[in-house]
């Protein structure tokens, strides 16, 4: 089987290459797909794509000209395809739902506890042997309300933790977790959730009725010095609010390992050229904003887990077997 990997980094080929078992053909290709690249696709047999992949109707057009008959998807959301067209023209997709759920809750943990305890500018402090605590003071985890959005394999691995820390955990899922009611986490309305919690953590997909889900009325229902955690997907939150809120003081500190805009900004190396993203410059220049480029799955264990799911899902394709991860 022929494979077109788009958006490839130097450490998917590693992976792609060394858990290779199926011996399949691959070629990498730097940029994402776009319509402006689909046509690199066409004499593969299959492409594999990543979270900021453009596959809309057009590109899933092209794609279908040529002899593409399956999409898998390396990660596990999939908000970034037109599944319609891809039913009408009958191309299969599939995904990695599930890799290292712990891989992004233990990121969000260490993105809680960096703001809180403020290490980024302690390591800065101290590397530049100024070691004053002035400005630095945090607060205690322990007994504070965390408010968990989406209780899915991330949300549940993301309560256990936070659990360990003493803390209080309410939850807002239209479908509640057993496990994660077993834990001790209690579920409310969301507009319970958003007045009652002092850390508040995205962790549900990306849906047309999720999309900016925390705007201005979020934000003003929210607690004075609220926390915000989104390593979700970008869209989650409408980050000209954020901005405003935390202009306005209301926000305390934002976390995010996702971006709106991320699509133009992350995954690539720009310190030659700048952005030209005015949002996203506002956020980074705050100090009680905390920002990574969307590594929250980056371990070594989900890396592996990514790679042999996905040549697990061609294989079956190819064998004709059923698609356990078809989405
Ligand atoms: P999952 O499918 O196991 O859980 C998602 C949960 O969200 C489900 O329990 C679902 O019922 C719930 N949900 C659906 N609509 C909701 C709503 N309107 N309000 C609240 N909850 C709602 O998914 P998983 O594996 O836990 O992943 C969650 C999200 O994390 C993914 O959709 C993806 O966007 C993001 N993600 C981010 C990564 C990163 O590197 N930053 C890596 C992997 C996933």
Same mark, same amino acid.
């Given at each position: 089987m022929k494979i077109a990997v788009f958006s490839a980094q130097p450490y998917d080929e590693e992976y792609f290459n060394r858990y290779n078992k199926y011996g399949y053909s691959l070629t990498f290709f730097k940029d994402r797909l776009c319509d402006k690249t689909a046509k690199l696709a066409l004499q593969h047999d299959a492409i594999c794509v990543f979270t900021n992949d453009d596959l809309g109707s057009e590109v899933i057009k092209t794609l279908a000209g040529g002899k593409i008959k399956i999409i898998a998807l390396r990660c596990a959301g999939f908000n970034n395809i037109d599944l319609q067209t891809t039913k009408d023209l009958n191309i299969a997709v599939v995904r990695v739902p599930t890799y290292s759920?712990?891989?992004v809750a233990e990121h969000?943990?260490? &993105? @809680? @506890?960096? &703001?809180?305890?403020? &290490?980024?500018?302690?390591?800065n402090r101290v590397k530049e042997n100024n070691f004053s605590l002035d400005g630095l003071? +945090?607060? $205690? *985890?322990?007994?504070?309300?965390? +408010? %968990?959005? +989406?209780? +899915?394999?991330?949300? *549940?691995a993301f309560c256990r933790i936070m659990k360990g820390f003493g803390c209080s955990l309410l939850a807002f899922d239209p479908q509640p977790n057993k496990d994660a009611e077993a834990l001790g986490v209690r579920y409310v309305p969301l507009d319970e959730l958003v007045v009652s919690s002092d850390i508040i953590s995205l962790h549900c997909p990306l849906l047309p009725n999720t999309?900016? *889900?925390? $705007?201005?009325?979020?934000l003003e229902k929210a607690k004075q010095d609220v926390v915000l955690i989104n390593t979700s997907r970008g869209k989650l %939150?409408?980050?000209?609010?954020?901005?405003?809120y935390l202009k306005k003081g209301k926000i305390k500190a934002l976390a995010i390992d996702v971006y709106e805009k991320e699509e133009a900004i992350f995954f690539k190396d720009l310190s030659g050229t700048g952005i030209q993203d005015d949002q996203f410059k506002q956020l980074s220049a705050l100090p009680n904003v @905390?920002?990574?480029?969307?590594?929250?799955? /980056?371990?070594?264990?989900?890396?592996?887990?990514?790679? $042999?799911?996905?040549?697990?899902? &061609?294989?079956? /394709? !190819? !064998?004709n077997l059923i698609l356990e991860n078809t989405v």
């Amino acid at each position: 089987m022929k494979i077109a990997v788009f958006s490839a980094q130097p450490y998917d080929e590693e992976y792609f290459n060394r858990y290779n078992k199926y011996g399949y053909s691959l070629t990498f290709f730097k940029d994402r797909l776009c319509d402006k690249t689909a046509k690199l696709a066409l004499q593969h047999d299959a492409i594999c794509v990543f979270t900021n992949d453009d596959l809309g109707s057009e590109v899933i057009k092209t794609l279908a000209g040529g002899k593409i008959k399956i999409i898998a998807l390396r990660c596990a959301g999939f908000n970034n395809i037109d599944l319609q067209t891809t039913k009408d023209l009958n191309i299969a997709v599939v995904r990695v739902p599930t890799y290292s759920p712990e891989a992004v809750a233990e990121h969000t943990i260490a &993105l @809680l @506890l960096t &703001l809180n305890r403020k &290490l980024h500018q302690a390591h800065n402090r101290v590397k530049e042997n100024n070691f004053s605590l002035d400005g630095l003071m +945090g607060y $205690n *985890l322990h007994k504070k309300t965390i +408010g %968990v959005i +989406g209780t +899915g394999s991330i949300g *549940l691995a993301f309560c256990r933790i936070m659990k360990g820390f003493g803390c209080s955990l309410l939850a807002f899922d239209p479908q509640p977790n057993k496990d994660a009611e077993a834990l001790g986490v209690r579920y409310v309305p969301l507009d319970e959730l958003v007045v009652s919690s002092d850390i508040i953590s995205l962790h549900c997909p990306l849906l047309p009725n999720t999309h900016h *889900l925390v $705007n201005e009325a979020f934000l003003e229902k929210a607690k004075q010095d609220v926390v915000l955690i989104n390593t979700s997907r970008g869209k989650l %939150v409408d980050t000209q609010a954020a901005i405003t809120y935390l202009k306005k003081g209301k926000i305390k500190a934002l976390a995010i390992d996702v971006y709106e805009k991320e699509e133009a900004i992350f995954f690539k190396d720009l310190s030659g050229t700048g952005i030209q993203d005015d949002q996203f410059k506002q956020l980074s220049a705050l100090p009680n904003v @905390l920002i990574s480029a969307h590594q929250a799955f /980056f371990t070594h264990e989900a890396m592996y887990e990514i790679v $042999n799911t996905t040549y697990q899902n &061609l294989k079956c /394709f !190819e !064998e004709n077997l059923i698609l356990e991860n078809t989405v």
